[in-house]
């Protein structure tokens, strides 16, 4: 091959602008005795390529198989499940305020009474709302008759 021809097809291929055929031609040059002294350094990158071209990989590769991480993110969960509950109950302090307890049984009725008083209110409240649903469903049977 023409020494002219090698050295531009070694410039395409540094441009990366040279076919695989043309890649070849450059191996085949650079493989055989009769190189141009000037390009004698390009001897062994042709070389090395041509060399790793042949060579397989013949180790085998183990595959991962798949972990499962559900079961260790179950016991994760109860674990801070626990220990938020923990932290929860440990936490409530029991109130010191006074509870209700009398001494005096008259203070004590008194006091019973104005809790019945204000619950017997908010009772007739609820009451009074119910009146409004009797006169809605009344009103709904007249007009949708079964």
Do not use: C
Not at 9 to 28: G, H, V
Not at 33 to 42: G, Q, T
């Amino acid at each position: 091959m023409e020494l002219k021809a090698i050295e531009k097809l070694l410039d395409r291929y540094f441009e990366a602008e040279t076919s695989t055929a043309e890649e070849k031609e450059l191996r085949t040059y650079f493989s055989s005795p009769n190189v141009a002294p000037h390009l004698e350094h390009y001897k062994s990158l042709f070389g090395y390529i041509s060399q790793a071209g042949s060579q397989q990989f013949e180790k085998s590769i183990p595959l991962k198989t798949k972990r499962h991480y559900a079961a260790w993110i179950s016991i994760a969960a109860s674990v801070v499940l626990l220990f938020g509950m923990f932290t929860f109950f440990n936490t409530q302090q029991p109130s010191q305020e006074d509870l209700g307890t009398y001494d005096d049984p008259e203070v004590a009725f008194r006091e019973t009474q104005k809790a019945l008083n204000m619950l017997s209110q908010n009772v007739n409240v609820g009451v009074g709302s119910m009146h409004y649903i009797g006169e809605y469903e009344k009103t709904r049977k007249t007009i949708f008759k079964k």
